[in-house]
């Protein structure tokens, strides 16, 4: 089994940052892609970047590319999000997800985290 645990949101304004963070215990995560999600209040839970956590190759949705970076620290076992250029679209609780391929779809990630508020202010 494995348990992700997001830390790191918060309230912060528009044009600021925020990193998230998700530690992974449990199995190994070696050969899984780490995911991170967002769902906004009354909308569906949409794909933001993923990390393979073996090559470290990346991939983002559109609306964050050049704003929001994915990585990883290995010995830590953590994923980051780091997020620039907040804008109030961006509000959303954000999730840590892992899945056993480079997916970018809810339904191919096979662990979760709690999930952590963002809230971008004018």
């Known amino acids: 089994q494995v348990q992700l645990v997001e830390s790191g949101g918060g309230l912060v304004q528009a044009g600021g940052s925020l990193r998230l963070s998700c530690a992974a215990s449990?199995?190994?995560?070696?050969?899984?892609?780490m995911g991170w999600f967002r769902q906004a209040p009354g909308k569906e839970r949409d794909f933001v970047a993923r990390?393979?956590?073996?090559?470290?190759?990346?991939y983002y949705r559109n609306s964050v590319k050049g704003r929001f970076t994915i990585s990883r620290d290995n010995a830590k076992n953590t994923v980051y999000l780091q997020m620039n250029n907040l804008k109030p679209e961006d509000t959303a609780v954000y999730y840590c997800?892992?899945?056993?391929?480079?997916?970018?779809?809810?339904?191919?990630?096979?662990?979760w985290g709690q999930g952590t508020q963002v809230t971008v202010s004018l």
């Open positions: 997800a892992a899945a056993r391929g480079n997916y970018i779809t809810v339904q191919n990630y096979d662990y």
């Open positions: 449990g199995r190994t995560l070696s050969r899984h892609t």
């Open positions: 990390i393979n956590w073996s090559d470290g190759s990346t």
